[in-house]
């Protein structure tokens, strides 16, 4: 199939998952045209059936703010018919489901089918907002297709936006093949990781609250991987809570599957997550996620089994797990073979792509 994929090509786990999903269904043979504002991260350039359509945006005086929507939609319609699409898959609902309604319209000789997938944010913080409701609603709704990351997900969109189509559940993936288990990258200190955005959900602070508790019993490294607003007060605290020696941070990283190895535990203390896609890629690194109790993540972690999950903002009991897999080397070695095998055998790409393209299939036999 030829398929447009839109996303934030930036950092973020919708992209991320836009990204992997590109790069997999091009490995099975499919001509895939990402049409975005930026080359998505981990895209390499040159990938074999991979193109990269870039939207320009022009500014105007009379534009306090310029129309991202509207390019984007003009530029898909442009690519789908110059490389003659079978239809758009947008990630994020919004406003690129709105800019492949509108794509859609515009095609007038042949029908495009469009597939919305739904992430997190999208409907739980910005679709909630009171001036993007009325359109995210009214976009999800005109979708050809609609696919979202966790039951949790689709419990929420159906409750909070009345949708009455049918919403598909296509977990999050891993490639097992990329995130494998490197024991010999965890030599020296015991080592803690927190990837994210560092956006307030992640509550990024009470990783360091929590580190602090951890570092009274074990001689501990915490590597915090990302970046955004919450890193300078999380430097702040880990200074005033004096174990800035023992953290670092590292910024932006583009190839985490090298870095989570090393790591004995992942800790995402997060206010929500829709699935949580960093708790995967540890997961099929071997690394025993601890996360909050919240939203997706029971779709993902069995506590107690390949993973922890502890209340939201109970800093006390979130080290104390993150202590236990430190120091107790059996129960750490148990469970990570647990995580390995859960992301394996529930969430490897090789199991979930086909979902995608079986959806693909029904969207373009229903367009006719
Ligand atoms: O918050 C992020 O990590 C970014 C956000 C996004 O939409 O880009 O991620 C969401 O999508 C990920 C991939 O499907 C999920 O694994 C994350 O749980 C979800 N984030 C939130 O719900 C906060």
Same mark, same amino acid.
């Given at each position: 199939m030829r398929i447009g994929i839109t996303c934030y090509p930036t950092y973020g786990g919708s992209g991320i998952v836009a990204t992997e999903l590109g790069l997999e269904l091009a490995n099975r043979g499919h001509e895939v045209h990402f049409i975005t504002y930026a080359n998505p991260i981990r895209l390499d350039p040159g990938t074999p059936r991979i193109h990269y359509h870039e939207v320009e945006v022009s500014n105007y005086p009379l534009f306090q703010y310029p129309p991202y929507c509207l390019a984007l939609a003009s530029r898909m319609?442009?690519?789908?018919? /110059? =490389?003659?699409?079978?239809?758009?898959?947008?990630?994020? #609902? @919004?406003?690129?489901?709105?800019s !492949?309604?509108?794509?859609? =319209?515009? &095609?007038? %000789?042949?029908?495009? $089918?469009? &597939?919305?997938?739904?992430?997190?944010t999208d409907i739980t913080l910005v679709g909630a907002d009171r001036s993007y409701f009325p359109i995210t609603r009214f976009s999800i709704e005109q979708s050809d297709g609609i696919t979202t990351i966790s039951d949790y997900m689709k419990q929420r969109t159906v409750e909070f936006f009345g949708i009455q189509k049918q919403i598909h559940v296509i977990h999050n993936f891993v490639n097992c093949s990329l995130y494998r288990p490197q024991p010999e990258a965890q030599a020296g200190r015991r080592?803690?990781?927190? @990837?994210? %955005?560092?956006?307030?959900?992640? /509550?990024? =602070?009470?990783?360091?609250r929590a580190f #602090?508790?951890?570092?009274?019993?074990?001689? !501990?490294?915490? @590597?915090? #991987?990302?970046?955004? $607003?919450?890193?300078? $007060?999380?430097?702040?605290? #880990?200074?005033?809570?004096?174990?800035?020696?023992a953290v670092v941070f590292l910024g932006k990283q583009d190839h985490v599957e090298r870095l989570i190895p090393k790591a004995h535990a992942l800790h995402l203390p997060s206010e929500l997550e829709a699935f949580g896609l960093a708790a995967l890629e540890a997961m099929a690194c071997g690394v025993v996620p601890v996360s909050t109790r919240t939203g997706g993540v029971p779709d993902l972690i069995t506590h107690g089994h390949d993973g922890f999950m502890e209340d939201v903002g109970d800093i006390e009991s979130q080290a104390r797990r993150l202590t236990e897999l430190l120091t107790d080397e059996r129960l750490r070695e148990r469970m990570a073979a647990a995580a390995r095998q859960t992301a394996v055998e529930r969430f490897?790409?090789?199991?979930? @792509?086909?979902k995608y393209e079986a959806l693909y299939a029904q969207v373009c036999e229903e367009a006719g």
């Open positions: 319609a442009e690519v789908a018919e /110059r =490389q003659n699409l079978d239809l758009l898959h947008v990630h994020y #609902a @919004i406003p690129h489901s709105v !492949a309604f509108l794509a859609k =319209q515009m &095609i007038v %000789n042949r029908r495009l $089918p469009f &597939i919305t997938t739904l992430h997190g080592r803690i990781m927190h @990837i994210s %955005n560092f956006r307030p959900v992640k /509550r990024v =602070q009470d990783c360091i #602090a508790e951890v570092r009274r019993q074990v001689d !501990a490294e915490l @590597i915090m #991987a990302g970046d955004g $607003p919450e890193r300078g $007060p999380a430097e702040a605290l #880990a200074r005033e809570l004096g174990v800035e020696e490897a790409t090789e199991l979930l @792509i086909p």
